[in-house]
């Protein structure tokens, strides 16, 4: 099935989006409440909806907003090693990883609060010249747990999504010589959408246990990147078990799979010829983001008011 969250004369309703028509469910009821029933709930209510729907609505009537507006949390993983080796070799770098990068599939918690829908307006990071995208995919959880083994975390998935990591590349590397994580650098915007679909639905795309989606990124219809979610080193079960570990995880959490290598602007930063990149993000610039199976996000990038500036600390006397 593919669910849906929408705004309507209502407020905010869910649904089950059958070819161009959703089918609501009740009014006041969230797509984070049906996911809590676990899968067996979504699905039959799922069956309610397409039975004796509370509401009908045509797609392209409604305004989408993220399949859950507001998870209970985010973590964006590193699923793909070619995504940081092309970072490092774009900015100079050697794009040897360490011993870690195969042992540790990374993650960082990402921005609740600052989710957006599918078609919505983003806002560029306050204070950045370098905003970029990266085209990902996200599982969503939809069932409860600690401490699981990977098995375990891939049963629990009850969803797929695609999901754009927005990252000011400025503010990033200011951030990164504090070797604390990431921060202002992330936390402009997540969008996710259109839809939440069901693992059954995307079964056609799995080969050799992963789910494998052909991924296009385009700016202003011109395309940046192709790829394949099925060139994750790491799987999603091996990402969330990593994660489970003395942690327990609840329904509606989200974790990014990381960047589709070649599908951000980063990547595309060549230190011998400068002059072919690009450029970065600016307003007015329109982010297409496709994916084999989970539709299409497409936003306008806005320029956003300057930051409030801080003070700077006064460094101690030396000698």
Request: proline share 8%; glycine share 10%.
């Amino acid at each position: 099935m593919r669910w849906v969250t929408y705004r309507s004369e209502d407020g905010q309703r869910t649904g089950v989006l059958n070819g161009d028509v959703i089918h609501a469910v009740a009014p006041g009821v969230t797509l984070l409440e049906l996911i809590r029933l676990g899968p067996d709930g979504l699905h039959e209510a799922g069956e309610r909806a397409l039975s004796a729907p509370a509401a009908t609505e045509r797609i392209s009537a409604v305004s989408l907003m993220a399949p859950i507006p507001r998870p209970p949390s985010i973590r964006d993983s590193l699923g793909f090693l070619d995504h940081m080796r092309n970072c490092l070799a774009a900015t100079g770098r050697s794009p040897v990883l360490d011993d870690a990068w195969y042992r540790i599939p990374a993650f960082y918690f990402a921005c609740p609060a600052t989710v957006l829908g599918p078609y919505d307006d983003v806002s560029m990071a306050p204070g950045s010249v370098c905003q970029d995208f990266e085209l990902e995919i996200a599982a969503v959880i939809g069932t409860a747990g600690a401490n699981l083994s990977v098995a375990q975390a891939e049963q629990a998935i009850i969803g797929y999504t695609i999901f754009n990591d927005w990252s000011a590349r400025d503010l990033q590397a200011q951030e990164g010589v504090l070797a604390i994580g990431q921060a202002k650098g992330k936390d402009s915007g997540v969008t996710l959408g259109p839809c939440l679909v069901t693992p059954d639905e995307l079964e056609p795309y799995r080969s050799n246990g992963r789910i494998s989606l052909q991924a296009t990124a385009t700016v202003n219809d011109v395309i940046v990147g192709t790829g394949s979610t099925g060139a994750m080193d790491w799987s999603f079960g091996e990402i969330i078990s990593y994660a489970a570990r003395g942690v327990p995880l609840e329904p509606g959490d989200v974790f990014g799979s990381g960047t589709v290598p070649t599908c951000t602007l980063l990547e595309h930063l060549d230190p011998a010829a400068p002059q072919q990149f690009p450029g970065w993000l600016g307003d007015g610039d329109v982010v297409t983001l496709q994916v084999q199976g989970l539709g299409e996000l497409r936003q306008t990038v806005r320029a956003s008011a300057a930051p409030i500036p801080l003070a700077e600390r006064p460094r101690p006397a030396t000698g």
